[in-house]
């Protein structure tokens, strides 16, 4: 048995989930997210959503608990959302948006100007001696990460100095470069 498919999700005041045969919607304060299952029951009870698979087959046991782990994604992001913030590290390296049009200079001979989707918020904070972040918020954690992983994708950091966009937090391993 799946460790992470046989525990239920519990569902927080302001949440509904429902289950309309092969869907699951689930509607919160801060949206609504749908998911299509395959072979896999999910049962709502009691405040809590369990899911179930019909046989020990490969593939059941394989989707036991990644359809859990979805389920589970969308009621914590439709009841408290999901949050990515993106670091730019480099001299010269600046972020900006109207609205969801992000602006981002990197060192390229033009700015990198993207049309961010309407269900993320996009913020920037720029403060004098820091270095810039974007900060990317929605209820559907998938989006978030494609986002993010878009506007990483421009300008990777690289290891020797660790200039180019990384996540807050994230860990860049570094190389010694050439010793004189």
Known sequence: MSRIGKSPVAIPDGVTVEVNGTAVTVKGKLGELTQELSDITVKVEDGQVTVERPSDHKDH?????????????????VSEGW?????LVGVGYRASNQGQKLDIAIGFSHNIVMDIAPEVKVETISEKGKNPI???????KQ???????????YRKPEPYKGKGIKFVGEQIRRKAGKSA
């Open 61 to 77: 046991r394989a989707k036991h608990g990644l359809y859990r782990a979805l389920i589970a994604n969308m009621v914590l992001g």
């Open 134 to 140: 974007i900060k990317l918020t929605s209820h559907d």
């Open 83 to 87: 949050t990515k913030e993106l670091e």
């Open 143 to 153: 989006l978030v990460g494609q986002v993010a992983a878009k506007i990483r994708s």
